[in-house]
C-alpha cells in the first residue's frame, strides 16, 4: 500500500467489542500477508499472517481473512480489551532479497482505540 | 519469537555529526537484516537491504553515502547517519531474516534519533 497524508486512519471500539481492520494491499503477485501491531515508540509486533493459498487464518482472539480477488486483508480482533489499542499494518511480501528472504511493504496504518 | 535489539533505543545529537545504531539478532543468524524509516504517524518506509558479507541494496531516494549500512557478521548489522541533519530525526528500525523455514522479519525495538 502507500504511505501518504499524515493522519493515521482510526478506529474506535468499546471494551469487548469486536474489532475489524481493513487494509487494500497492492501486488497480486504477493503470497505473503503478516498483520503488526505498534504501539508508540516500540517497533512492530507480529500477530498474525497468512499465505495467499488461504483465505483464512485464526489466532488467538484474532482472525485474518484474505481476499485476492479484490486484493483485500482484514484483521478481526474479538473481544477488544484496552491493551490492544496501538496502530495495526499489514504488510505483504514484494520483491526477492536474495538470500531466501522478501522485502516487505507496509500499508499505511489504523490507529485502534479502546474504549474502556 | 526470535529477539533482535537495537542500540541506542534514543539518541540525540547535533547537525553535522554521525550516529551509529547497531541492530543485533540475539538468538539466530540472520542472513539478511532490514533498515526502516518511520515519521510521525506515518508507515514504516524500507530503507535498505542487506545480506551478510554483501553491501547493502538502498531503496530509490535513499543516499547510500549518507546512511552507510555494514553488516559483516550474522548477528550485526550497523546503520551509521552520516552528517545527520535536523531532518534526518525519526525513528529507525531493523529487521532481520534468518533461515528458520519461514518468511516472517522479526523487529527490533526501533531507535529514536532527534538531531538538533
Known amino acids: 500500500g502507500e504511505n501518504v497524508g499524515l493522519h493515521l486512519p482510526t478506529l474506535s471500539v468499546q471494551e469487548g467489542d469486536n474489532s475489524i481492520i481493513n487494509c487494500a494491499y497492492s501486488?497480486?503477485?504477493?503470497?505473503?500477508f503478516i498483520w503488526y501491531k505498534q504501539e508508540s515508540g516500540k517497533g512492530p509486533q507480529f500477530i498474525i499472517d497468512i499465505r495467499s493459498n488461504m483465505d483464512k487464518r485464526q489466532g488467538q482472539r484474532v482472525t485474518v481473512l484474505l481476499n485476492k480477488t479484490v486484493k483485500h486483508l482484514s484483521l478481526q480482533i474479538a473481544a477488544t480489551q484496552p491493551g490492544d489499542s496501538a496502530v495495526y499494518f499489514c504488510a505483504e511480501n514484494t520483491a526477492y532479497s536474495g538470500a531466501g528472504s522478501y522485502q516487505l511493504t507496509f500499508g499505511k496504518g489504523t490507529k485502534l482505540s479502546v474504549i474502556p | 519469537g526470535a529477539v533482535v535489539s537495537q542500540h541506542p533505543s534514543r539518541v540525540i545529537c547535533k547537525s553535522g555529526t554521525s550516529v551509529k545504531i547497531e541492530c543485533r539478532s540475539l538468538d539466530f543468524q540472520a542472513t539478511t537484516m532490514f533498515w526502516y524509516r518511520q515519521f510521525p504517524k506515518q508507515s514504516l518506509m524500507l530503507m535498505a537491504t542487506s545480506n551478510e558479507g554483501s553491501k547493502a541494496t538502498y531503496e530509490q531516494g535513499v543516499e547510500k553515502d549518507k546512511f552507510l549500512i555494514n553488516h559483516a557478521s550474522l548477528t550485526l548489522s550497523t546503520l551509521t547517519v552520516t552528517s545527520a541533519h535536523p531532518e534526518d530525526s525519526s525513528f529507525y528500525i531493523c529487521?532481520?531474516?534468518?533461515?528458520?523455514?519461514?518468511?516472517?522479519?522479526?523487529f527490533g525495538p526501533g531507535t529514536r534519533l532527534t538531531v538538533t
Open positions: 529487521s532481520a531474516w534468518g533461515d528458520r523455514g519461514t518468511y516472517e522479519q522479526y
Open positions: 501486488n497480486s503477485a504477493s503470497d505473503y
